[in-house]
């Protein structure tokens, strides 16, 4: 059974403080991405690796940094929290292939920055 | 840029109705994915159906079908036979084909939430 795994799914942090969102896949998947989901925006990208030590800026990455330096491990880290951070993300997981592969999601990390 | 509309923000049916959820999209692209997924209140996102946009048969799955529509850029997605495991919130989704880089990124609309009354 494939597992794409969030370390938490409840966190809540102070302002200003150093957050790290931990997502693993045991499936050998090249990409790796984080979304953010708030209600009425659906899903937006924040950030994007297709492979180790690769990472590529989504739609939103401001506030945001990411760490890729094991395949099945991708970090989002907030360098700095602030409320407007606080937010629902999503983790997922694909193959780097043309073929018409499905994106696989972890449980979603509700952050509260307050 | 490509982009993603569902412009049903809730929906309901009764139980054993059939819905149909909205979905269109905007791309020059020639060929793509689209994608359902339904993200149930536990938060799973799971994959619902998926259409290659070169396939002109419509994708079905069970009691889930889509009416793809490429020429109107219009990808539905039909549930028949309702049921209560079926309330959740329903994500229409675009992905490229040139897979490269963030191109295999999927844009996603807003959502429709789906609510199933006994």
């Known amino acids: 059974d494939v597992k794409v795994t969030q370390s938490s799914r409840y966190l809540v942090k102070r302002t200003g403080e150093k957050v790290f969102l931990e997502c693993v896949q045991d499936?050998?998947?090249?990409?790796m991405f984080w979304y953010r989901q708030d209600p009425g925006l659906g899903l937006r990208l924040i950030y994007f690796?297709?492979?180790?030590?690769?990472?590529e800026k989504g739609d939103i990455p401001e506030g945001y940094s990411v760490s890729r330096e094991k395949k099945e491990r991708f970090s989002l880290i907030l360098e700095s929290a602030s409320t407007n951070q606080t937010s629902m993300y999503l983790c997922?997981?694909?193959?780097?292939?043309?073929?018409?592969?499905?994106?696989?999601f972890g449980q979603g990390t509700r952050l509260t920055v307050v | 840029a490509q982009t993603v509309t569902q412009s049903q923000p809730e929906m309901s049916v009764q139980e054993a109705e059939t819905v149909t959820l909205s979905c269109t999209y905007d791309t020059s692209e020639s060929d793509y994915y689209l994608f359902w997924y339904k993200q149930p209140p536990s938060r799973q996102m799971i994959l619902v159906i998926r259409?290659?946009?070169?396939?002109?048969q419509n994708a079905t799955e069970n009691r889930f079908s889509v009416n793809f529509q490429k020429a109107a850029k219009s990808f539905s997605l039909k549930i028949s036979d309702s049921q209560l495991g079926d309330a959740a919130m329903y994500f229409c989704a675009y992905r490229r084909t040139n897979y490269g880089g963030s191109q295999g990124n999927l844009i996603f609309g807003k959502g429709t939430k789906l609510s199933v009354k006994p």
């Open positions: 690796s297709y492979d180790v030590k690769m990472k």
């Open positions: 997922a997981s694909s193959l780097y292939t043309a073929m018409n592969t499905e994106a696989f």
């Open positions: 259409q290659e946009a070169y396939k002109q």
């Open positions: 499936m050998d998947h090249e990409n």
